[in-house]
Nanobody, 115 residues
Framework: QVQLVESGGGLVQPGGSLRLSCAASGFDFGLFYMSWYRQTPGKERELVAIISSSGDSINYADAVKGRFTISRDDGKDTVYLQMNNLKPEDTAVYYC????????WGQGTQVTVSS
């Protein structure tokens, strides 16, 4: 079955960096768009970044443009989110999503930005 496993979250000071990874299995990874979402308590899950199956098309939420970079390694069936210059408002649970026919989500990884 489709499985997405996120890793790389943690506690970081403002201005710091983290790299999230999402390891995928159970489907033909290279055929599908992949994305990262985030969610804070009491708020809806929001799209952070999305990358096409070829990697040629990438889009970011305005709040993270210029600071976050999404990428994919089809040889490793993994999608990444490099997060630089982190701000306290980036604190959230980050989820990986596979845009398969039925859709799939990972379990999430907590990112906390605090001094």
């Amino acid at each position: 079955q489709v499985q997405l496993v996120e890793s790389g979250g943690g506690l970081v000071q403002p201005g710091g960096s983290l790299r999230l990874s999402c390891a995928a299995s159970g489907f033909d990874f290279g055929l599908f768009y992949m994305s990262w979402y985030r969610q804070t308590p009491g708020k809806e899950r929001e799209l952070v970044a999305i990358i096409s199956s070829s990697g040629d098309s990438i889009n970011y939420a305005d709040a993270v443009k210029g600071r976050f970079t999404i990428s994919r390694d089809d040889g490793k069936d993994t999608v990444y989110l490099q997060m630089n210059n982190l701000k306290p408002e980036d604190t959230a649970v980050y989820y990986c999503r596979a845009h398969t026919k039925l859709g799939a989500w990972g379990q999430g990884t907590q990112v906390t930005v605090s001094s």
